[in-house]
């Protein structure tokens, strides 16, 4: 577990454009070892990435148009076009070209200390990372 989210710990949210919040960084329990269903993938450093049941129904919550795109956000994080460093330390942002409803499909991971990560969100992007 990352040391800077201490249980019981809030979420940090930003104003979203279309009002209300929306969550940036994933409380504690996210960054436990807690799934109930998963499906995992490598992304080209070795790394294991997991997506788990709970993560991908938000996902889909908020992005109804990826819920026919699972098996693209796992090879977003196998194969990337491009990666980025997150805004936190333990998180990288996975870029997929062409894939999904819009031009670009990113993937938001979040990396523990044995360099496991887990996907916290996706999202079509229409304009290059």
Known sequence: M??????????DVIGSPRGGARLVRPSPSLRSGRMTGARSSRDPRGREIVLTDERWEHITE?????????????????????????REPDEEWFYLADAGPSRWLKVVVVFDSSSSGRIITAFPRRRKP
Not at 2 to 11: F, K, L, V
Not at 63 to 82: G, K, N, Q, S
């Open 62 to 86: 908020g992005h109804p148009e990826l819920e026919a795109h699972e098996e693209e956000v796992l090879r977003a994080v196998e194969a990337p076009t491009e990666t980025a460093p997150g």
């Open 2 to 11: 990352n040391p800077r989210c201490a249980p019981g710990s809030t979420r």
